[in-house]
């Protein structure tokens, strides 16, 4: 089989290091991949939001699979042209993808359908949020209502901080067009959880769990990142909170997209806050989150591939989907100065037998350099989660790169609630 993979981070490295696995894979093609996914599959030159030539290419190479990983294309409907092409594709089409292509639509949706989620109001005129966040409770999250990067997200501790973040998103558009529209909502407590799932639209099943470290320095201080290290499972998901979460959230959602005339089908992410009242929804993704998935695909014992096509062909309960009884911790190795200024173009020096998922890096007369904020994440899977974290460490020794950055707590938090 030919397949072809969209995007060019971490996550779709280790998507295509899971696929690699199937034995009827001929070859992968990455769009545009980076330095380090080219040890692992042919890289092209095309990017992940080029929806005309990415749909050019398959049908000119014969694809026989796509699967496109990252959010904007999936938003912009790369789904629906390769398969308007006849090309065999894992991922929601635009109509779906607007659960995290619109934090308003998710929001309303979540409403309608009585699906547990933190009280909100939208707006769309600045002066009425403004005069929102007069009255409402403190600390409050202000959100932008579309797609930015992870980062369209504040918690404001105090209404200055509300009033600059609305102000940001909508007079300054820091974030652009995703800013038109602020969600403004409840600022809810409790530990968060990452559970990425399966569906074909009717199916629904959810993948081992995961805590993502979103802050850049230890003890959770610092500016907000892409995720600087997750581990799985994540010991809050309790088998209890994991069954009530089936039945209020997982099975609600799918249900609520197919009676929209929005049927989701690939991965669907769910953001969720264990709060004192029960699990709550925090955000939906469209597609696998990173850098989670650079942990629950090694814990994945069952063929990735052969998963993606029965959620294509809609026999999704057909598919053996089977985790190891392991855990698994990822150390992201970024540039020093991310998510904010920093330097590119270092060598990196690096094991080539370990699970090591390349982000940000690009080949350079043979050499890999770093070109990113967020360079690489070191994997290791254990029997336990202390285990895997040590042994994630003691391979993060053997990697280098100049100013490389890394918190050292990746973990850490997991391990206390494990001991509580």
Known sequence: MKVMVVGGG???HAIIKKIKENKTVETIFAL???????????????????????????????????????DDPLVLGAVDALQAKGIKTFGPNKAAAIIEGSKAFSK?????YNIPTAAYETFTDMEAALAYIEKCDIPVVVKADGLALGKGVIIAETRDEARDAVRSMMEDKVFGDSGNCVVVEEFLTGPE?????????????????????????????????????????NPYYTEEVAAECMETIFKPTI?????????FTGCLYFGL????????????????????????????????????????EGKLAEAEVKFADKSACCVVMASNGYPQSYEKGFEITMPADKNIYVAG?????????????????????????????????????TVSFENAYFRTDIGARALMAERK
């Open 32 to 70: 545009p991949g980076n330095g380090g996914i080219a040890a692992d599959a042919t890289c092209v030159d095309i990017g992940a939001k080029d929806i005309d030539k990415i749909v050019e290419f398959a049908v000119e190479k014969g694809i026989d699979f796509a699967v496109v990983a990252p």
């Open 273 to 312: 806050m264990i709060t004192p009242k029960g699990p709550k929804v925090i955000e939906y993704n469209c597609r696998f989150g990173d850098p989670e998935t650079q942990v629950v695909l090694p814990l994945l014992e069952s063929d990735l591939l052969d998963i993606m096509l029965k959620i294509y």
């Open 193 to 233: 959880v990452s559970v990425l799932s399966f569906t074909d639209g009717n199916v629904v099943i959810p993948m081992v769990s995961s805590m993502d470290h979103k802050r850049a320095l230890d003890g959770d201080k610092g500016l907000n990142t892409g995720g600087m290290g997750t581990i799985a499972p």
């Open 361 to 397: 890096a690009k080949l350079a007369d043979d050499r890999l350099l770093t070109n990113g904020g967020r360079v690489l994440g070191v994997t290791e899977t254990a029997d336990t989660l202390e285990a895997a974290i040590a042994k994630a460490y003691e391979t993060v020794k």
């Open 108 to 112: 309303d949706l979540m409403k309608k």
């Open 255 to 263: 249900e609520a997209m197919k009676a929209e005339g929005r049927t």
């Open 10 to 12: 971490g996550r779709e």
